[in-house]
């Protein structure tokens, strides 16, 4: 009876550990997804921890198997018995890991994942939270150091690599930390077993009555199961350009960019052997300080789209080499990116090397290519600090760029990449076909050349200032910056551009939509082809000269910011919350063709009662519109709630507008509940391999068990009520007179 009991107890005390000490990575990863995968995934991730972690670096999973080896041996009282049990209980992980994995399969298939498209499949993933970035999925435990491992291995594959063998390397250095685990809970056991009988006495003289203690037991399982548990070009000299320009919206939205472009400098030591085919390298640097303009955007089920975000890392780099021999570019890519790390005082790790075939149309225009892609840490204030070293040397707008990489920055969205590429590998996709015989040796030059470039993007939600009766759109203002952009000297041209929409209340056809102030001589042919190709792009004024304050500027004579809102609320009653959404016309004008789209629970699968859509005729001023459902969230896991997208029109325009958010519901996991799945979970898998004979073979076994645990109970009662004491060790004595006489 006592092994059965320390059996028993021991799992669910390694499980309830377990599930406590999860490392916080796990748990935001299982948070996220358990609303989609259920409670077996919480388990999964709990003994992929308790199995794989090394004992020696996370001390927790040490003392937690340490401690449930200790309870073994206590309970047990026997050393032979409480080593056998001990190995039972840990053999046992494995099939309860292997029980997981299952439910989470069949969760899979309960949703129909196979039969969905890849845009279904996106609408049901949950959404990202905040906390889990791609960063951070790389300091996961055991699975980032898979994934490394995986992302070297995959370039080996071939059709005849045995995967038996590719199972062998991934699962090799963890072996010491796997066969670590028996180890520790057996000895722990028998250290346990060594002390039981101290113990046990104490507890007999204690708690005499055995039905108060069986009584306490089950008092002290429920209570642990409801513990709350809580990531003009002068070849001769080079090429130079410098660009800036912005453009704004009728709704006040601006994106605004700077390039630069220099074929003399090298951002990258050419002359080496590991540069030998290396035709582009790049790094780049983002940050979304506020991803509200994305939900704004007109992309259909963009909510589904936007939480995506976070998977995309603050830093990384890139570099492109023709061929496919990966492990040789690998080796070449990674000095590269040594070099890169020095330059720019960054760190990166390799991701994966990935051959670029051009199967498809591209495949007599583009030779073969082998991208090898890195990942970095650094964030963007510590990856912009030397984006512009080689190219402050030319001045120009190289101050103007310097001073808008600001760490304070208050834009939106905010993207910088630095790197090179060679042209003659991608001439088949330039779409130009005819060249001039006059600019043969010219283009064939440009052709030939290596471009080092740097390059800014930002995106504002507001960027104009009203100026009485209009607006003003000014890229300096927009970015903070203070200095009038100056032409380098070395430029062959700089370009300054202004843009707005043309939907902006424009009352004359030639009204400029579109502002270009340039170092283009005036005569110059460049600024004649220039002129000739832009026409096409609507009303466009050109001008040359020295840049001005103004010319960063271009005026808007209307905006339109319709005061249409839409704003949730919830009320929570029982494990029931019902959702309202509230819309309200506060614009002077009807707005038409109202949709009202909320995501989330569509995206959860916990709508109950009503309708996730929307749809009204009109919507007259001061009026609103209001609609309400219900939902009950169903499986352990974060629910992180989607602002509802409302779109409608207005002088036969579509405008996108969100609301805002709620807080996140939180289910919590229970260690009973979770192992009822597994065990339901393991039940249906069973039944599957069995032809519908798993329950009949699990009742069967259920049954053996049963009867051991009768005999054994049976056994032990007769021997009470026989008054036969239960046979206690005496610990051995420490004296030496005692031990003289054993020996004689």
Known sequence: MRKTLAYLLSL??????????????????????????????????????????????????????????????????????????????????????????????????????SNKEVTEIISIIPTIPSQLTFNKLFQIPIFSDIFFQLMETIPRIEETTDPSAILMELASPHLVSIAAKPVLIIISAILGAAVSSTLIQTIRNTIPDRKNAMGALIILIISLSLVPFSTCLNLEDGVYTEVIGGYTDERGRA????????????????????????????????????????????????????????????????NLYLGEDTDSIQEKSNQVINYIEQDLDLQFKEVIALPLRNDGELNTALPTMTAVFYYSQNNIEEASENLLKGFTENGGFTRFIE????????????????????????????????????????????????????????????????????????????????????????????????????????????DPTTHIKTSLPENSMELMILSTLIQELGAVEIETGPPQPFDTQITVPEVKTPEVTATKTSQRDNDETTVTITVTNNYYDTIINLKLIDSFPKKYR???????????????????????????????????????????????????????????????????????????????????????????????????????????????????????????????????????????
């Not at 935001?28 to 003994?47: E, Q, R, V």
């Open 12 to 113: 669910l005390t390694l499980f309830t550990i377990g599930l406590a000490i999860l490392h916080p990575s796990y748990k935001i990863l299982a948070d996220w997804l358990g609303p989609l995968l259920g409670s077996h995934i919480y388990t999964m991730f709990t003994f992929i921890y308790l199995i794989l972690a090394n004992p020696f670096r996370y001390t927790t999973v040490a003392i937690t198997w340490i401690i449930v080896g200790l309870l073994i041996g206590i309970i047990s009282g026997k050393k032979l018995g409480a080593s056998i049990t001990a190995l039972f209980t840990w053999l046992t992980t494995i099939p309860l890991l292997a029980a997981s994995i299952a439910g989470i399969y069949l969760n899979l298939e309960s949703i129909g994942i």
């Open 255 to 318: 994106i605004i960019s700077q390039l630069l472009v220099d074929n003399q400098l090298e951002i990258v030591p050419m002359d080496n052997d590991e540069t030998q085919g290396l035709v582009a390298s790049m790094v780049l640097t983002q940050k979304i300080y506020d991803p509200s303009i994305l939900y704004t955007l007109p992309i259909e089920d963009i909510t589904n789209y936007v939480h995506l975000r976070n998977l995309i890392p603050n830093t990384f780099a890139v």
């Open 403 to 510: 001073e808008t990489i600001n760490p304070e920055s208050h834009l939106d969205i905010e993207v910088y990449a630095r790197g090179f590429i060679h042209a003659e590998p991608f001439e088949g996709i330039i779409p130009v076909t005819d060249i001039p015989q006059n600019y043969t040796d010219e283009y064939n030059t440009l052709i030939e050349s290596r471009y080092s470039f740097l390059a800014g993007l930002q995106i504002t939600e507001n960027a104009l200032d009203p100026q009485g009766s209009s607006y003003l759109f000014d890229i300096s203002s927009t970015l903070g910056v203070e200095a009038t952009p100056n032409y380098s000297t070395n430029s062959d041209g700089s370009f300054i551009i202004t843009a707005r929409s043309n939907k902006t209340g424009i009352t004359e056809p030639l």
């Open 606 to 744: 916990i709508l109950t009662s009503g309708t996730n859509t929307v749809t009204e005729t009109t919507l007259a001023p001061e009026e609103t519109l209001t609609h309400s459902y219900t939902i009950k969230p169903k499986k352990p896991g974060k629910y992180t709630d989607t602002p509802a997208v409302l779109s409608y029109e207005l002088d036969e325009e579509t405008i996108l507008t969100y609301s805002n958010t709620l807080e996140s519901i939180e289910n919590t996991p229970n260690p009973i509940t979770m192992i009822a799945d597994n065990y339901r979970a393991s039940l249906s898998i069973l039944n599957m391999m069995t032809n519908g004979n798993g329950f009949l073979l699990t009742y069967t076994l259920l049954a053996l068990i049963t009867l051991v645990a009768i005999i054994d109970i049976y056994k032990y009662m007769r021997k009470r009520s026989n008054g036969e004491p239960e046979e206690v060790t005496d610990p051995p004595s420490l004296k030496p007179e005692d031990n003289h006489e054993a020996l004689q």
